[in-house]
């Protein structure tokens, strides 16, 4: 069986294409941040819709750095997102979907 990741999810941020991706180190830092006990707890919060902006910016900034593009959420939320709040909402929910993924 060959694994293979896909887990990334390209996100245009201030004109540069940068990748992004949610590490089980990520996903550690964002239970963190928004202060959630659990991996189910997290993914409850944004299936149920229950997430604000700034649930968004900090999944994105994880999920960005993990990626390799080091930010912080003070600089994403200033940065100019092609395909502004929805492009990043829908990247959000892409990258907390595929981080559950099985390789194939």
């Known amino acids: 069986m060959v694994n293979r990741w896909r887990g990334d999810v390209a996100l245009v941020v201030n004109g540069q294409r940068r990748v992004a991706r949610l590490t089980l ?10 202060e959630e006990p659990s991996l189910v707890a997290l993914v409850e919060r944004f299936e149920g819709q229950r997430f604000s ?3 968004v910016l900090l999944l994105l900034a994880a999920g960005l750095r993990a990626g390799g593009t080091e930010v912080s959420v003070e600089t994403l ?4 997102i092609e395909g502004g709040p929805v492009a990043a909402s829908q990247a959000a929910a892409e990258l907390l979907a595929r981080a ?4 194939v």
């Open 25 to 34: 180190g990520a996903l550690a830092e964002l239970e963190d941040a928004l």
């Open 100 to 103: 559950f993924v099985v390789p």
């Open 53 to 55: 902006s700034r649930d």
């Open 77 to 80: 939320a200033q940065a100019e």
